[in-house]
């Protein structure tokens, strides 16, 4: 691990098919940045990182390592901060399980994960693991407010490029399946808080009340909200869509965040499968949770632990039978929508399915339509929308289609991806209640066993440097820009008081409009069919789904977005896409050494940096390296030199090196900075002439399987040697 106490740039070690491709293209960076005297430092933000730092206790002293999810947070509030921050794992329990066994396996003496705690050493154990899954990275880091968007580059290529889309008709039968009431939308309420505050959340029940949290603090101006899910309309609805999927001949799918939302969405993700396996649980329910069966980790995990019962895998086979096909992850090898919570994240697959003309794979290997069930109503609509757009006008065409880009509040753990520390099964019938310090009451639920509580805020800074970031955008751009607020929803209503007042104080009322989801939806596919641009200001979740449903319409992925965040104390951090794919690469990469993913998200972010940077410390030469980048990412566009998916062609690797040459000869022609120019003139003409035994040396490599170390925790040579097999072009980088 590098010393980066004084490195100018952090780049962050990730996991997956991002951090085996920063075995190679990290070297690269460091031997250009070193040529204009910028130090670019590494931190580990991995799950097996994360979890090596929380148990120091358990490990001997050379395995230990520091909290450097921890000491970046902290230096995300300083104004100097430049991070480059990759795509890591949003941990499910699942994940989160495999990553310790690996680690035990490599002689780590981590203690297990207490699937079901039962004394104060377990639960302990198990409130460090819940701190580590789900999301625990990106709320910690994103101390500023979101701004993503296609690199004109990208966009240029999509539109020269335009990538194969499925055709829509009219007489789909796919559709969005959401509820109708009792769900986090219809029983959300919400307020502004004049001061600041501290409040408790207890559950009063007719055996007395229960502190489910104390202690939570709110800053003057903050908006609270409070909402709960109930169990049994969840269950009846899951039901009812189960029945409705089968008499239309479709097939049943479920699209959730089980990993930015790491307490709710388990939850529900559990009462799907207990939905589909209905008459099993009923009968065996007993004998299944003796087995340690727990529907929220799915059925992958379900079928494992009754392996060894035949009753009970015939009366599962017998259940199946009975239900309609369901939406897969891995035809092949039987992998459904319910076997792991986080196989199938609602960001990346709803706009999978929407650009394949609505169309889901199936057990039988074929694409059929999709019942797509979106329990919580909040944001449905805009798949609903998109998909009634889609049948009734056709598919988008990304050779014509203008772009959306987004403005996202997200900072200081806005909205519901900042409520993990407060959502609650609820254990007993009785009433939820936020009281303030002062005793006010500021939010009650009447709630029953088993329904889903949460409360979520959003900070007054936040919002207000949400909208000014809104501002300067359009202004930037000219664009149409729309506010995706629902004067109907709570929440909404609270931030559209604070978005009005600002933009009439600034005189650009008129540049803006208010729109709910599924209205937003519509006018922004209509703005970009007309070839069109506009800009979406969303809260934090609708961040996160616009910034994959959009990009992946308009040029067939997301993990090539610009995503730049704009720290609230001013420094920068910058975001190189999704990452959502990886786990597939990396299956293909250690089967047969072909690595398929494609760092132009970390090009796109790393130009970003070394901008930043000059502005931020005067350093000319960053500015130089930054065009340069800007350039090279170009090259690789315009000359085809993206990774292939297909073992024996092109790879992440071979993109690296024309990244390299493509940089070096940008830097070389330039003419802003003469010892630049002269420092790699030499480096382009040597990875010039030493073109076709890199090529070959890289082309070499392919075909057997890789042993990287581990999946989890890999060894950085073995790592190294997998990813850096070209001793040509290793020995121009150095």
Not at 627 to 641: E, K
Request: net charge negative.
């Amino acid at each position: 691990m590098s010393d980066t106490s004084t490195s100018d740039i952090i780049y962050t070690k990730v996991d997956e098919a991002p951090e085996l491709a920063s075995a190679s293209l990290l070297p690269i960076i460091q031997s250009f940045a070193s040529a204009a005297g910028v130090s670019v430092g590494t931190k580990d933000i991995s799950l097996a990182g994360r979890i090596i730092a929380t148990f120091p206790e358990a490990l001997s002293a050379d395995q230990r390592q520091t909290d450097d999810l921890a000491v970046l947070g902290d230096l995300v509030k300083k104004p100097d901060a430049n991070v480059i921050k990759l795509p890591n794992i949003s941990a499910s329990v699942p994940q989160l399980v495999a990553a310790v066994k690996e680690l035990q396996s490599q002689g780590y003496a981590l203690p297990d994960y207490p699937e079901s705690p039962s004394t104060d050493e377990e639960k302990a154990v198990r409130a460090k693991y819940d701190s580590i899954k789900g999301s625990a990275v990106n709320p910690v880091l994103r101390e500023g407010n979101s701004d993503r968007r296609a690199a004109a580059a990208v966009k240029k290529f999509a539109q020269n490029n335009p990538h194969r889309m499925g055709e829509w008709t009219a007489d789909s039968k796919t559709r969005v399946a959401a509820m109708s009431g009792d769900d986090f939308y219809s029983n959300e309420v919400s307020a502004t808080l004049d001061k600041a505050a501290t409040a408790k959340i207890v559950l009063e029940t007719a055996d007395g009340e229960t502190v489910l949290k104390e202690g939570v603090s709110y800053p003057a101006g903050t908006v609270v909200d409070a909402t709960y899910m109930s169990a049994k309309a969840l269950d009846a609805f899951l039901a009812e869509e189960i029945e409705k999927t089968k008499a239309e001949g479709t097939l049943f799918s479920l699209h959730m965040k089980a990993t930015m939302m790491k307490v709710s969405d388990p939850i529900i993700f559990g009462h799907a499968v207990k939905a589909w396996l209905a008459p099993v649980f009923e009968k065996y329910g007993d004998k299944m949770a003796a087995l340690g069966v727990n529907p929220a980790s799915g059925m992958g995990d379900l079928l494992a632990r009754v392996k060894d019962e035949p009753e009970i895998t015939k009366a599962i086979a017998d259940c199946r039978e009975q239900r309609p096909p369901m939406y897969m992850v891995d035809s092949d090898r039987g992998i459904t929508n319910l076997h792991v919570p986080s196989d199938v994240i609602i960001d990346a697959s709803m706009p999978a399915l929407i650009r394949a003309g609505g169309k889901g794979w199936g057990p039988d290997g074929k694409e059929a339509d999709t019942n797509c069930v979106i329990p919580d109503s909040s944001y449905a609509p805009v798949y609903d929308a998109a998909i009634e757009f889609f049948k009734a006008n056709g598919k988008l065409n990304p050779a014509t289609a203008g772009t959306v880009q987004n403005i996202g509040l997200m900072a200081q753990k806005a909205e519901e991806y900042g409520s993990h520390p407060t959502t609650f099964e609820i254990p007993a019938s009785g009433t939820v209640k936020m009281i303030l310090d002062d005793g006010t009451v500021l939010h009650s639920h009447s709630v029953e066993a088993g329904d889903i509580w949460r409360s979520a805020s959003a900070r007054k800074a936040p919002i207000e440097d949400w909208v000014k970031l809104a501002i300067e955008r359009q202004k930037a751009t000219g664009y149409r820009a729309i506010f995706w607020l629902d004067a109907n929803r709570a929440h909404d209503a609270q931030l559209i008081e604070f978005v009005k007042p600002i933009l009439e104080a600034q005189g650009v009322s008129d540049k803006f409009e208010i729109m709910a989801p599924r209205e937003a939806t519509v006018a922004s596919l209509e703005t970009i069919t007309k070839g069109e641009n506009c800009i979406s200001i969303t809260g934090n979740v609708l961040r996160d789904y616009l910034t994959d449903l959009f990009p992946i319409l308009e040029l067939a992925t997301s993990a090539k977005m610009l995503s730049i965040v704009k720290l609230m104390q001013g420094g920068g951090l910058f975001e190189t896409g999704a990452g959502g794919s990886a786990p597939k690469h990396v299956q293909q990469l250690q089967s047969e050494n072909h690595l398929r993913w494609d760092s132009l998200g970390e090009f796109c972010a790393l130009g970003e940096s070394f901008k930043f940077l000059a502005d931020q410390k005067g350093n000319q030469k960053a500015r130089v390296l930054g065009d340069a980048v800007d350039t090279a990412t170009q090259g690789i566009l315009d000359n085809g030199h993206s990774p292939s998916r297909k073992v024996g062609e092109p790879d992440n690797r071979d993109s690296h090196y024309w990244f390299a040459r493509y940089w070096a000869e940008a830097l070389a022609a330039q003419s802003d900075d003469a010892d630049l120019a002269s420092h790699f003139a030499p480096i382009a003409k040597a990875l010039a002439d030493g073109e076709s035994d890199i090529v070959a040396e890289l082309a070499a490599a392919q075909g057997s399987p890789a042993d990287t170390g581990g999946y989890y925790h890999n060894d950085p040579d073995k790592v190294a040697a997998v990813m850096r097999p070209s001793k040509t072009l290793n020995a121009i980088i150095g």
